[in-house]
């Protein structure tokens, strides 16, 4: 959340495919991002890229596959850390993304 003016930055998402099979995590970062530059996350000791697949109004969607591995990760953590770079910003820009709530999320989507 900005703390200029208390509005989400950033936001995270995990979903199945349609087959219900891959889960995904999307993050949902700010309109001006520098796609080159690319966006990558990390928690705990996992390191993972993420493509950054559209840009809509609400902003740019860059997501990844959710291995075993990293959905562990995200099981153990309080924060997936999330850095991309904007195109008028020299330095990239790293944030907490607060992960209270995984579990129950996870458990909803098993029951669809």
Request: charged share 20%; proline share 5%; net charge neutral.
């Amino acid at each position: 959340m900005s703390r200029e003016t208390r509005l989400p930055v950033a936001a995270l998402a995990l979903a199945r495919n349609n087959e219900g099979h891959e889960l995904r995590l999307a993050a949902v970062l700010p309109l001006g991002l520098d796609i080159p530059a690319g966006v990558s996350g990390k928690v705990g000791s996992v390191l993972l890229p993420l493509t950054v697949q559209t840009c809509v109004r609400r902003g740019c969607i860059a997501s990844t596959t959710v291995d075993d591995t990293l959905l562990e990760a995200l099981r153990g953590a309080d924060a997936f850390m999330v850095t991309f770079k904007m195109r008028i910003v020299a330095d990239p820009t790293t944030i907490p993304v607060s992960l209270k709530g995984l579990d129950e999320g996870l458990k909803a989507l098993e029951t669809r």
